[in-house]
């Protein structure tokens, strides 16, 4: 057992003491009998701390959760509801059928989850036909959720995603082997089915689990046959959906193998904790305030110094942005692309806040995996960092724009972490997308928008200035004003970040904010076409303009059919060399 630092400690705890009692709480605690016993519980995290690591690991910088963060910082509470802090979730029975909180899938909408219900595919229809009699089978036993298929009952180890009705639910197991002394194997998998709000369940890498409708796997698998398996959540996702990696690698029986930062302060029930690496402790999973300020050890023990902690604000714009793209990027790890997440195989080192503190590049740590569209520039399946460093944005003369100029990183008030409030030259501005107060609130008063204050942005609502913007805003359009609309009028996400992905399909809109030609769609017709931004949604499959009906093929990621190609020169006649209302020309 390692002894206890005692300076250390005692400055620890110094601290904390000094900290309303319900920061450091997922409930607010109020009474002072609470507030004894929260005290004691910070007190006794601490001491499990230095249990755990050494005193110089700790002054060096250990990531030990964002509960100790939230204590000494409880205006960054909203961050416990934010889809970065909940992406990941050990599934409990209390919290069945709550969103954000536990397992949502319910197929027949009968007020129990299909779990509990121990839903048997091999007794119903569904899209698991192909697979009967191995079907999979949900049951709960003991309060553990478990997924069987064939003679192998595996074990839910978390969930991820299924925050709300909007997006898919995937189920991640451990798969029962032969030679481990746990009798489960190190790495989690993904199991191979999801459940889809609206839609109901559906295959999730089936290839993985079925050979036809015989189980791939069966009594007496080893660890290292799951190489196979092409779902390892521990290969390809773990490295961004925890908060610091200790350690990975491959284990001896050939398995890779992933240790996480051990949870000390946290509630039991708290689905965000889980013992991800299942040595017995509960690890700090998702990404919480260190996943973008750096271990938080060395910055306890120092009192609070805040040299021994990252903000990304007082870092270069690059930087700030490097720290955002470690998860939002398609990468391979280097030299060997072992890893789907930045890292350097050969040194064994992740890249931190820290390094981008130390003005090292993240660029250093990944090979680029997206693919692109032909002009090269726009991402066809990726991540918004490819696409936002390819834009003007982090260089541009007049001040570089980072990824939170748009995005709150410590609460969701609404879809993808928007800023709710912007204060530009003294003025608080509301913003949304929807109503263009987002984007107008940096680009008033200067360029086609010169004519626009702030004042009036903030205003928006007031029938002058509502009046007045549109009309600014229609002259740089040329359509009318209508952004709050359904269609979208107007509005300028519509032109400046389309959706890129194929006709009709919902991927990240294109972070590189250029308004796509529509000579580009015709210029790599022999590669198979490009998007524009005007045909990718509203004049593609919305809105009839040229009477040349609406695109008959809507869900493909080609664009060089004849819908597309004359609808393009229908379009490059307004927008591309010559155009009537946007003269690529003079470009």
Not at 437 to 457: M, W, Y
Request: aromatic share 10%.
């Amino acid at each position: 057992m390692r002894r206890f630092a005692g300076m250390g400690v005692a400055a620890v705890l110094a601290i904390l003491v000094l900290v309303p009692a319900a920061s450091a709480q997922t409930l607010t605690l109020e009474r002072p009998a609470d507030q004894v016993k929260a005290s004691t519980q910070r007190q006794a995290a601490l001491a499990q701390l230095f249990l755990i690591y050494s005193a110089d690991e700790l002054s060096d910088g250990v990531y030990v959760g964002s509960e100790f963060c939230l204590a000494c910082h409880p205006s960054k509470a909203g961050w416990r509801d934010t889809k970065h802090a909940t992406f990941v979730r050990r599934p409990l029975v209390e919290y069945s059928l709550v969103p954000r909180r536990g397992v949502i899938a319910d197929f027949d909408h009968n007020g129990v989850d299909d779990f509990r219900q121990g839903l048997n595919f091999n007794n119903i229809s569904s899209a698991f036909d192909a697979y009967k009699p191995n079907a999979p089978i949900l049951s709960v036993e003991g309060g553990k959720y478990y997924v069987t298929v064939g003679q192998l009952k595996c074990p839910v180890t978390f969930t991820q995603a299924g925050q709300a009705t909007d997006n898919a639910q995937r189920y991640v197991v451990k798969i029962p082997v032969a030679d481990t002394t746990t009798g489960l194997s190190d790495s989690n998998y993904f199991a191979p089915l999801q459940y889809v709000p609206g839609a109901g369940w559906q295959p999730n890498s089936p290839q993985n689990w079925w050979d036809g409708s015989t189980p791939r796997w069966g009594p007496g698998v080893t660890a290292g046959m799951l190489d196979a398996h092409t779902g390892n959540y521990t290969k390809t996702c773990v490295g961004c959906h925890s908060t610091g990696i200790r350690r990975v690698g491959t284990n001896p029986t050939g398995e890779v193998s992933f240790d996480g930062f051990v949870a000390v302060l946290f509630e039991q029930n708290d689905p965000r904790y889980f013992d991800y690496d299942g040595d017995g402790f509960f690890d700090l999973m998702n990404v919480g305030c260190e996943s973008c300020h750096g271990a938080g050890s060395a910055h306890i023990l120092g009192g609070g110094d805040p040299s021994m902690i990252v903000n990304p604000e007082k870092l270069p714009v690059l930087a700030q942005v490097d720290i955002c793209g470690r998860c939002h990027t398609q990468p391979h790890s280097v030299p060997n692309g072992t890893w789907a997440w930045p890292y350097d195989d050969a040194t064994q080192t992740d890249w931190t806040p820290r390094l981008a503190k130390q003005g090292v590049p993240l660029m250093d740590f990944f090979t680029d995996a997206s693919t692109r569209w032909p002009d090269g520039k726009h991402g066809k399946v990726t991540r918004p960092y490819h696409d936002f460093i390819e834009s003007p944005k982090p260089t541009f003369r007049f001040g570089g724009v980072s990824c939170t100029d748009c995005h709150s990183p410590h609460r969701e008030s609404q879809e993808h972490m928007i800023r709710t409030r912007v204060v530009e030259d003294g003025v608080t501005i509301n913003t949304a997308v929807d109503d263009n107060t987002l984007c107008l609130s940096c680009h008033a008063t200067h360029g086609p928008f010169a004519a626009i204050t702030p004042e009036q942005v903030a205003d928006i609502d007031a029938t002058e200035n509502r009046l007045h913007v549109g009309d600014v805003v229609s002259a740089h359009s040329h359509h009318p004003y209508g952004p709050e609309r359904g269609v979208g009028i107007s509005r300028c996400v519509e032109c400046h970040m389309p959706t890129t992905a194929g006709h009709g399909t919902l991927t990240s809109p294109s972070h590189t904010f250029e308004p796509i030609a529509p000579a580009k769609t015709l210029m790599y017709q022999a590669e198979g076409g490009m998007p524009n931004s005007c045909a990718v949604r509203c004049h593609g499959f919305l809105v009839n303009t040229f009477d040349l009906g609406l695109d008959p093929n809507p869900n493909n990621s080609v664009w060089n059919e004849s819908f597309d190609r004359n609808l393009a020169r229908e379009l490059q006649k307004y927008y591309g060399p010559g155009g009537v209302w946007w003269d690529t020309n003079n470009d």
